[in-house]
């Protein structure tokens, strides 16, 4: 084996242009390979990130219009919810955790000077566990609050450099279209997409948003739940709300229901499909080195015909002559591979420390 290496080292030394060349080919087609596979990776690890970022276990339930006649009513006829639907809801459907109403309003939020228009959202305490919030400081609003309706606020990282610029909100009062509430906590920031204004939201209690707005009418109902049976979410949800509302259960227009978990099952048949495309590529692109080495093995072999002639007369056995060979090229391919792992995991260091993820959704998640 010792002689054997040696002599392809020797072989491999008198044609330097011809390994180098070979072993560049070799160590392309498997960084590519590995670059390929890691792009791919990367990908479904950064959907699962944001889909983490919200909570996969989340459903959001929106009021829309009817498009089918039922119970004597003709379409078109607009759904809005109420409390006795989220009551209904926390009756019907033992698997879930946490339920809340929710209402929204475009309001303007004045500190001193500084006023912006921003998505302020009125919930019941159990918001923060349901969108799977995290603090940054302070606390959330709780029970307490939201029984005495009161005048707090909770706001967005982002929303806290705006209004604050860096220096500590808690204990300040802030005007939510002219009245006052006191920041008791700042959220952690969020993995944003878009223009999405996620960072920039104001959580006050539902009792509160009173204030505000009439919240007799609710915008959206969120709601988390523990069964793995998340297939079934839906179509329960418009069956037990079709009753009062006096819809067609298959009327997905009249109450949309967004399943986060269904998404996410959505994007991992799409990074599963995207992986194979990869590995194909790469395996492409590998096999195209491997036909490479191939014509320059047989090259060598027209070329040394003399040498190769020369040691069957001293007697070497074919089977030595075909060892010889083999192990030139297998040294070659391991060099390549060697190189060609070394590349990789040096282009994906080096893309892996860019921001080119901020393109993909702004705001990485803190911590």
């Known amino acids: 084996m010792r002689d054997l290496l040696q002599e392809a080292y020797t072989s491999m030394r008198h044609n330097r242009r011809r390994t180098a060349l070979t072993m560049l080919g070799m160590a392309w087609g498997i960084a590519t390979v590995v670059m390929l596979l890691a792009y791919g990776n990367g990908f479904g690890q950064a959907c ?48 879930i955790s946490h339920i809340t109403p929710s209402v929204d309003k475009q309001a303007n939020v004045q500190y001193d000077t500084r006023t912006f228009t921003w998505t302020v959202t009125g919930n019941d305490p159990v918001v923060f566990d349901v969108r799977s919030l995290k603090l940054d400081q302070g606390r959330f609003y709780n029970m307490s609050d939201q029984v005495q309706r009161g005048r707090v606020a909770v706001i967005g990282s982002e929303a806290k450099e705006k209004l604050f610029s860096g220096r500590n909100a808690l204990g300040e009062r802030i005007r939510l279209d002219g009245l006052s509430f006191e920041v008791i906590g700042v959220l952690s920031a969020k993995m944003q997409e878009g223009n999405d204004d996620i960072n920039r939201v104001v959580y006050i209690p539902f009792t509160s948003m009173a204030d505000l707005k009439d919240t007799r009418y609710l915008d959206t109902i969120w709601f988390n739940y523990q069964t793995p049976e998340y297939e079934t979410l839906e179509q329960a949800v418009r069956t037990i709300l079709s009753g009062p509302h006096k819809f067609n259960q298959s009327d997905h227009q009249a109450v949309r229901v967004f399943n986060l978990m269904m998404q996410v099952h959505q994007f991992e048949i799409i990074t599963l499909g995207l992986k194979v495309l990869m590995g194909f590529i ?19 072999v027209t070329q040394r015909t003399r040498e190769i002639g020369v040691q069957k007369a001293l007697g070497a ?16 391919t391991f060099m390549g591979g060697v190189l060609g792992v070394i590349l990789a995991y040096a282009v994906a260091l080096s893309v892996g420390r860019l921001t080119l993820y901020s393109a993909f959704a702004k705001n990485g998640e803190a911590g």
């Open 48 to 95: 699962a990130a944001i889909f983490a970022n919200f909570g996969t276990k989340l459903v959001i339930v929106v009021p829309g219009k009817t498009s089918m006649q039922a119970g004597g009513q003709k379409a078109g006829i607009p759904i809005r919810f109420t409390q006795e639907d989220v009551e209904m809801l926390t009756t019907n459907l033992p698997q």
């Open 282 to 300: 790469g395996t492409l692109t590998l096999g195209i080195g491997g036909v490479g080495l191939m014509n320059i093995m047989l090259v060598s």
């Open 317 to 332: 056995q074919r089977r030595y002559i075909l060892t010889q060979f083999l192990a030139e090229a297998l040294t070659i």
